[in-house]
C-alpha cells in the first residue's frame, strides 16, 4: 500500500488549504481513512477521521474549520482546512487502517505553516 499525499504549504492566518491522499496497492480491509498531525514538540494526534460507510470523527480543535471526505473511485481522502491559524501549524499524514488497527499506513507527511 502507498499512500500519497499532497497540498501542503505556507498560508496567512485565516486562509485555506486542501489536502489529498491517494493510495494505491491492497487497500482492500482498510476501512478508515484520516488525518493526523504533529507539531514540534507534541504527540501525533487526530484531526479527522471518515470510514468507508462515511462515518465522521474530527478532533476537538478544527470542529467546523475542516471538512474530510473521500472519493472512493479515486481512493483518495481530502482534507479541506478553511480558518487556518498558526496553531494548525504542523506536519499532516494521511492514514488508512483496518477498523481495529490490525493494518494501518501512513503518508510521508506533508507541511502546513500557517503565519499570523
Known amino acids: 500500500v502507498q499512500l500519497q499525499a499532497s497540498g501542503g504549504g505556507l498560508v496567512q492566518a485565516g486562509g485555506s488549504l486542501r489536502l489529498s491522499c491517494a493510495a494505491s496497492?491492497?487497500?482492500?480491509?482498510?476501512?478508515?481513512m484520516g488525518w493526523y498531525r504533529q507539531a514540534p514538540g507534541k504527540q501525533r494526534e487526530l484531526v479527522a477521521s471518515i470510514s468507508r460507510g462515511g462515518n465522521i470523527m474530527y478532533g476537538g480543535s478544527v470542529k467546523g474549520r475542516f471538512t474530510i471526505s473521500k472519493e472512493n473511485a479515486k481512493n483518495t481522502v481530502f482534507l479541506q482546512m478553511n480558518g487556518l491559524n498558526p496553531e494548525d501549524t504542523a506536519v499532516y499524514y494521511c492514514?488508512?487502517?483496518?477498523?481495529?488497527?490490525?493494518?494501518?499506513?501512513w503518508g510521508q507527511g506533508t507541511q502546513v505553516t500557517v503565519s499570523s
Open positions: 496497492g491492497s487497500i482492500g480491509g482498510l476501512d478508515v
Open positions: 492514514n488508512w487502517r483496518g477498523r481495529d488497527w490490525s493494518q494501518y499506513y
